[in-house]
């Protein structure tokens, strides 16, 4: 198979569906020399995705799994960090759903460490039992 490279023009949108801006992308593709036809491997189409998502605010699935695994958390203990349901995270980390927007700036913080997880917890530190007691609501960063 012969090789090719082609610069895509990728088209980042506003919400109303007009182009904010175009932006190049750089893919490597392959040439059926019998064919002709042309293809794509997916981690190159995956370069459009990323540039898509990078432009819209959006962290990918594989970046959100990979800021947990930075930290050392599982999905569970990253739901009880933030505040979020049983299985919100994992749905996240399997792309089923995609972080809201003030979540995922959130994340992006998080990610370029301008705020550290455990300021995070530090938040819930501060809880009331039933008897008026201050106690420690979160156990991950203690």
């Not at 042309?38 to 990078?54: P, V």
């Not at 958390?73 to 749905?91: H, N």
């Not at 996240?92 to 460490?113: D, H, Q, R, Y």
């Amino acid at each position: 198979m012969k090789t090719f490279t082609v610069t895509e023009n990728v088209k980042i949108t506003n919400p109303d569906g007009s182009v904010r801006i175009t932006v190049p992308v750089k893919l490597n593709g392959y040439i059926d020399e019998y064919t002709g036809e042309k293809s794509f491997t997916a981690a190159e189409l995956m370069k459009i995705d990323r540039t898509r998502a990078q432009y819209a605010g959006i962290m990918l699935p594989e970046e959100i799994k990979a800021l947990r695994k930075r930290f050392n958390k599982t999905q569970d203990e990253m739901c009880d960090i933030l505040s979020l349901g049983g299985k919100t995270w994992t749905r996240w980390e399997n792309g089923a759903v995609i972080p809201n927007p003030s979540m995922c700036k959130t994340l992006f913080l998080l990610k370029e460490g301008k705020i550290a997880l455990e300021d995070l917890c530090a938040q819930k530190k501060k809880c009331v039992d039933w008897f008026g007691k201050v106690g420690t609501r979160c156990e991950h960063c203690s």
